[in-house]
C-alpha cells in the first residue's frame, strides 16, 4: 500500500515536472520524486526495516541537498538587475524592455504544451509496456514501473527543457532512475553502489549549478537556447 | 590493503591538493608526488589475487594495471601542462579525483560499481573542463561544449548501467545493444563523437589532454574491465565493438580533413581511439595485446600532441613571429610533428608496432583490414593539411586589440624563451620513449604478451 502510495507521489511529480515550464516549481517537484524513491526504497522487501530506514533517509538527504543546491542556484542566477546600481539612462531601458515584455504572450501558450503532452502520452505507454516486455526474474513488481517512469521521464524532461536546471532535473531523474533499475534488477542489491549513486546526484548536481553560474555570469541567463545563438 | 589504498590515497590527496589550491605550483606538485605514489603502489600490488573490500570482490589484472598505469602517466603530463599553462585553481584536485575513480573502475570487480564510477568522474570532468583560470572570460560555445559533454556522458552512462541489468537473468540482443551503445558514447566513438571536438576547439589546449589522456581512458578501461564478462563470450558485442570502431576510424578521418586545427587533432583522436575499439572487439589474445599496445601509444601521441600545441599557442610577451611555428618555436613543432607520426603508425616513431599487431589480428577480416587501412591514409592526408596550417603557415596578426592586452607587457628587460625548462625535459622523454618504442618494439611486446595471456 505505502509503496503504491510513493509510486503514485512519483508519477505526479514526473508529470508535474514534465509539463510545468518554471524553474522554481521543478525543484520542488523534484524533491517529491526523490520523497517518492526514498518510500519505493524503503518498501523493499529484501530490506530489513533498520536498513529500510536507513535507505529512506540517505535518499531523503540527498533529495534535499540536491534540491537545496537547484534552488540556491536558481535564486542566486535569476535576479533582476540591481535597480539602485542603475543611472536614470539604465532605469529608462528597463522600463522600455519591460513595457515590451509585457506584450510579449509567452508563457502558457497551448502550443507549448503539445509536445510535453505528446512526450507524456509515449512516457506512461513505455511504462505500461516496458516492464511486461522485460520482466524480472520474480515477474513483473511496482518497482519496475519506477524505474521506467523515471528513466523515461528523465529522458523526456531532458529533450524538451530548454532552461538549464530544467536541464538538470531531467539529468537528476535519469540518474534516479538507475538507481531504482539497480534495486529492481540486482541479483544483490550493494549499499556501496547506491551510495555511490547518490555520490553521483551530488556531482551532477553540483556541475550544473557550476554551468548555471558560468552561464548566468556570461549572457545573464539560463536560457539554453541562448547559449546555442550566441554559441561559435 | 593495497587496493584500498590504491583508490583512497588519490581521493584523500585531492582534498590536500584543494586545500593548497591558492598556490599552484604546490597544489600541481603535491598532485604529481600523489601520482608517483599511485604508479609505485601500483606497480607492487599482486596481480591477478582477488580480496574483498567493502563486501565487493576486487583484483587487479596485468591489462587493467597497464591501462590504470598509462593513465596514471597521462595525469601526469597533464599536471605538468596545467603547471606551466595557466589553468583553473581546480585542476590538480579534480584530476586526482578522477586517479581515483580510474584506481576504482581497475580494481573493482563489479561493472555496475564501476559505471556508477564512470558516472561520478562524467561530473568531475565537466567541472574541470569548465574550470578556467581567474578573470577569464568563458565563451558561450564552451558552456555549450561542456554541457553536450555532460548530457551526453550521462546518458552513455545511463546506457551501459541499463544494459549491463536486463543481461538478467539472461543475456539478450537488445541489452548487448545497449551495453556496446553506452560504450560507444563514452568513448566518443563515431557518431556520439559530438561533444569532443567542439570542446577542444573552445577550451584550453590541455582540455584535449584531458579528454584524449584520461577520460577516454577511463572508458577504454571501463571495456577492459568488463571485457572478460562481456566481450570474450558474446559475439554481437564483438561484431558491434567492430563497426563502431570501424566507422570511428573513416568518419574520424574523414571529418578531420576538413576541420580547424585543433579540431582536426581531436578527431585523429577519435579515428586511433576506433583502431582501439576494432582490436578490443576481437577475441583472441593477439587482439587484446593490439589494444594495449595502441593505448600506450595514444597516450604517448596525445601527450607529444597537447604540449606541442601549448607551446606552440602560449602567447610569449616580447616574441614577434612573422613566419611559422616550424621555424620560430622548433619544438613545438618537432613534438606535434612526433605526436602526428606516433598517432598515424609511422617509423621511426612507436605507433607501427601496434598496428603491426592489429593488422595480424584482423588477418581474417580482410574488410575491417581495408577499412582500417583506408582510414589511416585519410588520416595522414588530414595530418599533412594539419601540419601545413599549424605549422608552415604564418601566424595570423591580430589587427585590434583585445581587453586583456597591455602594452607595458611588451617591454621586458629580456626576451624569454617560449618553452619553459621542465616542458623541454618532459618534451625530450617523451620523444626519446616514442623512438625507442619505435626503434626496439619490444620494449612494449614483451610486458604486453605476458599482460595479453
Given at each position: 500500500m505505502l509503496e503504491s502510495l510513493a509510486l503514485g507521489l512519483l508519477a505526479v511529480a514526473v508529470v508535474a515536472m514534465v509539463l510545468v515550464r518554471d524553474w522554481r516549481p521543478t525543484v520542488a517537484w523534484l524533491l517529491l520524486a526523490f520523497a517518492g524513491a526514498a518510500g519505493v526504497l524503503q518498501q523493499q522487501p529484501w530490506a530489513a526495516p533498520e536498513v529500510g530506514n536507513l535507505l529512506f533517509a540517505a535518499e531523503a538527504l540527498t533529495g534535499l541537498i540536491v534540491a537545496g543546491m537547484l534552488l540556491i542556484t536558481g535564486l542566486t542566477f535569476s535576479r533582476d538587475y540591481n535597480v539602485e546600481d542603475l543611472d536614470e539612462f539604465g532605469l529608462m531601458e528597463l522600463r522600455r524592455a519591460a513595457r515590451r515584455a509585457a506584450h510579449l504572450d509567452v508563457p502558457h501558450r497551448a502550443n507549448d504544451y503539445v509536445l510535453p503532452g505528446v512526450g507524456l502520452l509515449v512516457v506512461l505507454g513505455g511504462v505500461a509496456l516496458l516492464p511486461r516486455l522485460y520482466a524480472g526474474p520474480n515477474g513483473v513488481e511496482l518497482v519496475d514501473y519506477t524505474w521506467t517512469l523515471l528513466l523515461l521521464g528523465g529522458v523526456l524532461q531532458l529533450v524538451i527543457s530548454q532552461n538549464l536546471l530544467k536541464i538538470g532535473g531531467g539529468l537528476l531523474l535519469l540518474a534516479l532512475g538507475l538507481q531504482m533499475l539497480y534495486v529492481a534488477r540486482s541479483a544483490a542489491v550493494g549499499l556501496v553502489v547506491l551510495a555511490l549513486l547518490d555520490v553521483a546526484m551530488l556531482v551532477l548536481a553540483l556541475t550544473i549549478a557550476f554551468l548555471c553560474g558560468l552561464l548566468y555570469g556570461r549572457l545573464r541567463t539560463l536560457d539554453v537556447g541562448e547559449v546555442y545563438r550566441q554559441g561559435p | 590493503m593495497i587496493f584500498l589504498l590504491l583508490v583512497v590515497w588519490p581521493i584523500a590527496m585531492s582534498g590536500s591538493a584543494w586545500l593548497v589550491r591558492r598556490t599552484p605550483l604546490l597544489a600541481t606538485l603535491t598532485a604529481a608526488i600523489a601520482t608517483l605514489v599511485e604508479l609505485v603502489l601500483l606497480g607492487r600490488v599482486a596481480l591477478d589475487d582477488p580480496a574483498r573490500l567493502l563486501g565487493i570482490n576486487v583484483v587487479v589484472t596485468a591489462t587493467s594495471q597497464l591501462t590504470l598505469g598509462v593513465l596514471a602517466v597521462s595525469v601526469l603530463v597533464n599536471l605538468l601542462s596545467s603547471a606551466v599553462f595557466a589553468q583553473g585553481e581546480h585542476v590538480p584536485a579534480i584530476t586526482l579525483l578522477l586517479l581515483g575513480c580510474g584506481a576504482a573502475v581497475a580494481i573493482f570487480a563489479a561493472p555496475l560499481l564501476a559505471t556508477t564510477v564512470v558516472l561520478i568522474a562524467g561530473g568531475l570532468a565537466a567541472l574541470l573542463l569548465l574550470?578556467?583560470?581567474?578573470?577569464t572570460l568563458i565563451s558561450p560555445a564552451l558552456l555549450a561544449a561542456a554541457l553536450r559533454f555532460l548530457v551526453l556522458w550521462v546518458v552513455g552512462a545511463a546506457l551501459l548501467f541499463v544494459g549491463l541489468l536486463l543481461q538478467r537473468p539472461a543475456a539478450s540482443p537488445l541489452a548487448t545493444t545497449l551495453v556496446v551503445l553506452g560504450w560507444a558514447v563514452l568513448l566518443g566513438l563515431f557518431p556520439f563523437h559530438l561533444a569532443f571536438p567542439p570542446l577542444a576547439a573552445t577550451a584550453n589546449v590541455a582540455v584535449i589532454g584531458v579528454i584524449g589522456g584520461v577520460l577516454q581512458l577511463l572508458g577504454v578501461l571501463l571495456v577492459i574491465a568488463l571485457r572478460p564478462t562481456q566481450l570474450v563470450a558474446d559475439a554481437l558485442a564483438q561484431q558491434l565493438l567492430v563497426a563502431f570502431g570501424g566507422l570511428s576510424v573513416l568518419g574520424g578521418a574523414l571529418l578531420a580533413l576538413r576541420a580547424t586545427p585543433r579540431r582536426t587533432i581531436m578527431l585523429l583522436l577519435t579515428a586511433r581511439l576506433g583502431l582501439i575499439a576494432v582490436a578490443l572487439g576481437q577475441p583472441t589474445e593477439v587482439g587484446l595485446r593490439s589494444a594495449l599496445a595502441l593505448i600506450a601509444t595514444h597516450a604517448l601521441a596525445t601527450a607529444l600532441l597537447v604540449l606541442g600545441l601549448a607551446l606552440g599557442e602560449r602567447r610569449v610577451a616580447g616574441r614577434s613571429e612573422s613566419v611559422g611555428i616550424l621555424r620560430e618555436r622548433p619544438l613545438a613543432a618537432i613534438a606535434c610533428i612526433a605526436g602526428l607520426l606516433t598517432l598515424l603508425g609511422l617509423?621511426?616513431?612507436?605507433?607501427?608496432g601496434p598496428l603491426l599487431l592489429l593488422s595480424q589480428a584482423l588477418s581474417g577480416s580482410p574488410v575491417v583490414l581495408g577499412c582500417c587501412a583506408l582510414g589511416l591514409v585519410i588520416a595522414a592526408l588530414a595530418a599533412t593539411r594539419l601540419i601545413r596550417d599549424l605549422l608552415i603557415r604564418p601566424p595570423v596578426v591580430a589587427t585590434t586589440r583585445t581587453l586583456a592586452f597591455d602594452d607595458v607587457q611588451l617591454l621586458p628587460a629580456a626576451i624569454p624563451g617560449y618553452a619553459p625548462g621542465l616542458v623541454r625535459i618532459a618534451l625530450i622523454v617523451l620523444l626519446t620513449a616514442s623512438l625507442a618504442l619505435g626503434l626496439a618494439p619490444d620494449l612494449l611486446f614483451v610486458p604486453l604478451n605476458a599482460a595479453g595471456r
Open positions: - | 574550470d578556467t583560470p581567474t578573470f617509423p621511426p616513431f612507436g605507433g607501427w
